[in-house]
């Protein structure tokens, strides 16, 4: 089974841009959750989608956004972006919980610089 | 306000012994554990879990254990290889409620297996 893809790998904006990001879970697995990692803060999470709905939300401002398709591939927007934005962007999903288990896989992250 | 700790950036084990990975946290309503590894430039790999039902996980070389009244968990990994050398995080949910799929991390460790 292919794992959890994110496209692309590398990205380079310069500030004030949009960026979108993009993220194809395992088939069958319909939770999308985003992530973003900076080496100060860690892992933060940003939010996740099931059946193309927004089910969650962590503290990040409004200039990121998402959305999932029917296809549960998702992708993810971020508006202005800032100096601070740059970092490694995760995408991880995951069947949801099973009664007994609950695992999210990640996929390989799109690393964001912002300039 | 963190919620999940590792309060060692590092740990260096020889080759064959025992590696212990320590994590707190503080918010009583996490009932589902999660332990990542992660190397460079790619995202976090599953490595094992544990239910809040349980104190005790075992699969393979790796073994996650679980202190509820201390709200304390830590991995164990017997014995340590040099593959084994990574960041390690824990990640804590409240996965049994249900449509809860945010994963909060502490800042992981960097464990260093030498031959």
């Known amino acids: 089974k292919a794992g959890v893809t994110q496209t692309p790998r590398y990205l380079i904006k310069t500030r004030g841009q949009q960026v979108t990001l993009s993220c194809s879970p395992i088939?069958?697995?319909?939770?999308v959750s985003w992530y973003q990692q900076t080496p100060g803060q860690g892992l933060q999470f940003l939010f996740e989608?099931?059946?193309?709905?927004?089910?969650n939300k962590g503290n990040f401002p409004g200039r990121f956004s998402g959305r999932q398709f029917s296809n549960s591939r998702s992708e993810m927007n971020v508006s202005t972006l800032e100096l601070g934005d740059s970092a490694l962007y995760l995408c991880a999903s995951s069947l949801g919980w099973t009664g007994s288990s609950y695992e999210q896989y990640f996929g390989p992250g799109t690393r964001l610089t912002v300039t | 306000d963190q919620q999940v700790k590792q309060n060692s950036p590092s740990l260096s084990v020889q080759e064959g012994r025992i590696s212990i990975l320590n994590c707190d946290y503080t918010?009583?309503?996490?009932?589902?554990f999660l332990w990542y590894k992660k190397y460079p430039a790619e995202g976090p790999t599953f490595l094992i879990s544990i239910s809040s039902i349980k104190d005790k996980n075992e699969d393979g070389r790796f073994t996650v254990f679980l202190n509820k009244s201390a709200k304390h968990l830590s991995l164990h990994i017997v014995p340590s290889q040099p593959g084994d050398s990574a960041v390690y995080f824990c990640?804590?949910?409240?996965?049994?409620?249900?449509?809860?799929?945010?994963?909060?991390f502490g800042k992981g460790t960097k464990l260093t297996v030498n031959p």
């Open positions: 989608y099931f059946s193309e709905t927004q089910r």
């Open positions: 088939s069958g697995h319909r939770s």
């Open positions: 918010n009583s309503m996490f009932d589902y």
């Open positions: 990640a804590a949910s409240r996965g049994t409620q249900g449509g809860s799929e945010k994963l909060v």
